[in-house]
């Protein structure tokens, strides 16, 4: 990186391990800067989470969350007045 001229934000890095040895423990990695990067089981990446496992995971379940909670506020707010091609069943 440091011949790319370019920096890490450790505060935003994580490292995710996948493959057959993904359960296995690793040492954290250090940067030039002597700030540590650690391993996690779950990164966030665009919306949705990439999961540690022996092939690459993701997990909906936070999106999938937050529509039906968005829904749900704005069906909240129509209520039954609205017609019927407005309201999602």
Do not use: H
């Not at 002597?34 to 990164?43: E, F, G, Q, S, V």
């Not at 993701?58 to 999106?63: D, F, G, K, T, V």
């Amino acid at each position: 990186m440091d011949l790319l001229d370019m920096q890490i934000n450790v505060a935003k890095s994580a490292c995710l391990r996948i493959g057959p040895r993904s359960d296995k423990k690793c040492c954290n990695l250090v940067t030039n800067s002597r700030y540590l990067i650690n391993w996690t089981d779950r990164i966030r990446y665009l919306g949705t989470y990439l999961l540690s496992s022996k092939s690459l995971c993701s997990c909906n379940r936070e999106a999938k969350a937050c529509f039906y909670r968005s829904f749900n506020s704005i069906f909240g707010k129509i209520g039954r007045i609205a017609p019927e091609n407005v309201i999602v069943i």
